[in-house]
T-cell receptor
Framework: EPEVTQTPSHQVTQMGQEVILRCVPI?????FYWYRQILGQKVEFLVS????????KSEIFDDQFSVERPDGSNFTLKIRSTKLEDSAMYFC????????????FGSGTQLSVL | EDKVVQSPLSLVVHEGDTVTLNCSYE??????LLWYKQEKKAPTFLFMLTSSGIEKKSGRLSSILDKKELFSILNITATQTGDSAVYLC???????????FGEGTQLTVNP
């Protein structure tokens, strides 16, 4: 069964550094998302992306964050100048034909900011 | 602000028991309610519900939505240890693409 692939599975960084989290969505999917889950808290929406542009973003997704689809298969989340509170599990997801609805999630990248 | 509240937050049962997980929601322009199972990392899709009163079934799992009372239940019959997971409820609005998740119910099924 096709799946969403995320790399790396774990990322440790120093406060103030930039990180790039990578995702390969399912190949025929058109909508891409990033969600995060801080330990012990709810899964939170960050951003959705369609047709090479952001279609919706949350209040969390400020200028520190950016997303890109640099080629036909990868979808990345860049976090600049990381803060301690950015430590979380970051999930990439994709959906086939419509925004939202049945999302397929990757296994996540556990980001630890020290 | 959209709100999704799940109960109970955790539940411990024995194999063979039947469990009912609850999800209530407040959302401005409802489109759908979804259930996901989160075992170790990635949430995996279980059901999407858009209409009241129509039960969705998959094996021992079933779910139903009540749009008047703004809640959904997820039933698991004849539970197995492999059902141990966090079950997430999420709602989606017509106006956007985000899912708003509840806190999840941690289900533990003991042999």
């Amino acid at each position: 069964e096709p799946e969403v692939t995320q790399t790396p599975s774990h990322q440790v960084t120093q406060m103030g550094q930039e990180v790039i989290l990578r995702c390969v969505p399912i190949s025929n999917h058109l909508y891409f998302y990033w969600y995060r889950q801080i330990l012990g808290q709810k899964v939170e929406f960050l951003v959705s992306f369609y047709n090479n542009e952001i279609s919706e973003k949350s209040e969390i997704f400020d200028d520190q964050f950016s997303v890109e689809r640099p080629d036909g298969s990868n979808f990345t989340l860049k976090i600049r100048s990381t803060k301690l509170e950015d430590s979380a599990m970051y999930f990439c997801a994709s959906s086939e034909l419509q925004p939202g609805g049945k999302l397929f999630f990757g296994s996540g990248t556990q980001l630890s900011v020290l | 602000e959209d709100k999704v509240v799940q109960s109970p937050l955790s539940l411990v049962v024995h194999e063979g028991d039947t469990v009912t997980l609850n999800c209530s929601y407040e959302v401005t322009n409802f489109r759908s309610l979804l259930w996901y199972k989160q075992e170790k990392k990635a949430p995996t899709f279980l059901f999407m519900l858009t209409s009241s009163g129509i039960e969705k079934k998959s094996g021992r799992l079933s779910s139903i939505l009540d749009k008047k009372e703004l809640f959904s239940i997820l039933n698991i019959t004849a539970t197995q240890t492999g059902d141990s997971a966090v079950y997430l409820c999420a709602v989606e609005e017509t106006s956007g693409s985000r899912l708003t998740f509840g806190e999840g119910t941690q289900l533990t099924v003991n042999p």
